[in-house]
């Protein structure tokens, strides 16, 4: 794929979510190029991430084990794959119809996506700080809005509350379980603090 044909798909994403949906679950990738697109889309991400925080620096723990782009690329391999999970179970108590693929195809663009966003947030830094903010929240709504209809596509649900209460039943579920283990493993603002 050539990167204006790439751009062109991101755009589309934007103003057209359900076509592209569509369009990358025809493609039925096999299990090893959707783990070749997961390792891609998960190292592209930390090393955007990583020269965006260049220079950058914070005292909220989290933070500091983030910096890290190795330790970026764990904690977002960890997530995407809870979510990939957490959206396919949740699909189907809902009646979704969706296969844990299916869901997988659909993450994977969505970190393309990501990538992309960090990447202008990051060059904004430098070209627009006045306008950082703004930029990201409008890019936040407009993620959220393309996961919904994702995802609606990709279980092939009746109605966008379903695959919003899909998502939001997928994010609450990733998040419990990485509270309790940043809990059980001491990462915790006070915890890490303790360990020092």
């Known amino acids: 794929m050539t990167p204006q044909a790439l751009l062109s798909l991101i755009w589309q994403t934007v103003v057209a979510p359900r076509e592209v ?23 592209v991400n930390a090393l955007v991430f990583g020269v965006s925080n260049l220079g950058m620096s914070g005292s909220d723990p989290l933070s500091i084990l983030t910096r890290n ?10 997530s995407v794959a809870a979510m990939i ?27 393309v996506l990501r990538a992309s ?9 430098y070209t627009a700080p006045g306008l950082l903010e703004i930029a990201s929240f409008v ?19 009746t109605n966008m509350v379903k695959a919003l ?4 039943m997928a994010v609450v579920g990733t998040a419990l379980i990485f509270g309790l283990l940043a809990s059980m493993l001491g990462l915790t603002g006070q915890g890490l603090l303790g360990n020092v």
């Open 21 to 43: 949906a569509k369009l990358l679950l025809a493609i039925k990738p096999t299990r090893d190029a959707l783990w070749l697109g997961f390792a891609l889309v998960i190292t």
């Open 69 to 78: 782009p190795i330790n970026y690329a764990i904690m977002t391999a960890g």
């Open 117 to 125: 966003a960090q990447f202008i947030l990051a060059v904004m830094v």
């Open 85 to 111: 999970v957490g959206i396919t179970m949740a699909g189907r108590v809902l009646g979704g119809r969706g296969a844990w693929q299916d869901i997988a195809v659909v993450m994977i663009w969505l970190q």
């Open 139 to 157: 890019m936040s709504v407009v993620g959220v809005w393309i996961l919904v209809n994702l995802v609606q596509v990709a279980h092939q649900l």
């Open 165 to 168: 209460m899909v998502v939001v």
